[in-house]
Every structure is written in structure tokens, then in C-alpha cells.
């Protein structure tokens, strides 16, 4: 079989395993979930009436879209004073935050599963240069 299509198959096989363990597995949809959480968490913690907050699901990315009735001080703070959106985004994971009245956006995510493929092709690509470096056939007489 051609090298060339040994590869193939060998990238094929990653992204096939990222893709299952991101989707039919649920590893994606947990980990939204615990974010989700958090991010309620500290919105419960700053105690604003009526704000509420949900992770982006279709498709599934680490942003926080925020609702509700918050003027720019609870959603920015000031100073010593963080607001909501530093707060949100200060939780591990999180990759933006975004408000549904399009004002405050800050950061940027890509949807989960690309983040997965791309982290995938990464390092079936350093596991394919390790092999190589480690495991090919010497030469004679080649140091």
C-alpha cells in the first residue's frame, strides 16, 4: 500500500475518533454542561435580577450568551471592580461571552467539534513526526 494512503487512513481514523468522542460519546456536550454551570454559578453569585446565562449549543462553542437586564457597570465594571463579562470569561474553558443584546461581545470561539478536529490533526501530525524521527530505518554508514 502507498504511503501516501496509509496516511490517509491514519487521519481518517483520528478525525473519526475525535468526531466520536465529541458526539455520540457526549465528551462536547458535558463539557458545555460544566461550563454552563459556572457561568450560572457566578451569575448567582453577583445577584443581578433577571440575568440569565446559557452556553452556545448549536453548534456547540465555548461562549456564554448573557441575557437580562444589566446596565454597562454590572456587565463591565469598573476598576477593582470586575463585571460580569470578566467574571464569565475568567472561568477555565471559556473562549467568549456575548450579550443578546449584541453590545458587550467580547473573544471569540470556534464550535467545539472544529476545535477538536483541529487539536486532533495536531497531534496525529507530532506522534507522525516523533515515529519517524524515532523509528525509521537508519542508512549504512549514515550518521
Same mark, same amino acid.
Given at each position: 500500500?502507498?504511503?501516501?494512503?496509509?496516511?490517509?487512513?491514519?487521519?481518517?481514523?483520528?478525525?473519526?475518533?475525535?468526531?466520536?468522542?465529541?458526539?455520540?460519546?457526549?465528551?462536547?456536550?458535558?463539557?458545555?454542561?460544566?461550563?454552563?454551570?459556572?457561568?450560572?454559578?457566578?451569575?448567582?453569585?453577583?445577584?443581578?435580577? *433577571?440575568?440569565?446565562?446559557?452556553?452556545?449549543?448549536?453548534?456547540?462553542?465555548?461562549?456564554?450568551?448573557?441575557?437580562?437586564?444589566?446596565?454597562?457597570?454590572?456587565?463591565?465594571?469598573?476598576?477593582?471592580?470586575?463585571?460580569?463579562?470578566?467574571?464569565?470569561?475568567?472561568?477555565?474553558?471559556?473562549?467568549?461571552?456575548?450579550?443578546?443584546?449584541?453590545?458587550?461581545?467580547?473573544?471569540?470561539?470556534?464550535?467545539?467539534?472544529?476545535?477538536?478536529?483541529?487539536?486532533?490533526?495536531?497531534?496525529? *501530525?507530532?506522534?507522525?513526526?516523533?515515529?519517524?524521527?524515532?523509528?525509521?530505518?537508519?542508512?549504512?554508514?549514515?550518521?
Amino acid at each position: 500500500m502507498p504511503l501516501f494512503a496509509r496516511l490517509l487512513i491514519g487521519i481518517a481514523a483520528a478525525l473519526l475518533a475525535g468526531w466520536i468522542a465529541h458526539g455520540p460519546v457526549g465528551r462536547g456536550e458535558a463539557f458545555v454542561d460544566r461550563l454552563e454551570a459556572q457561568a450560572l454559578a457566578v451569575v448567582r453569585e453577583a445577584e443581578i435580577p *433577571g440575568v440569565e446565562a446559557r452556553l452556545q449549543r448549536n453548534p456547540l462553542a465555548r461562549r456564554a450568551l448573557l441575557s437580562g437586564p444589566a446596565d454597562d457597570f454590572q456587565r463591565e465594571g469598573t476598576g477593582y471592580f470586575p463585571g460580569l463579562n470578566d467574571r464569565i470569561l475568567g472561568l477555565s474553558g471559556l473562549g467568549a461571552i456575548g450579550w443578546a443584546d449584541g453590545r458587550g461581545d467580547r473573544g471569540w470561539a470556534l464550535p467545539l467539534l472544529l476545535e477538536t478536529e483541529a487539536l486532533v490533526l495536531v497531534f496525529f *501530525g507530532l506522534g507522525l513526526l516523533l515515529g519517524w524521527r524515532l523509528f525509521r530505518p537508519r542508512r549504512e554508514g549514515y550518521l
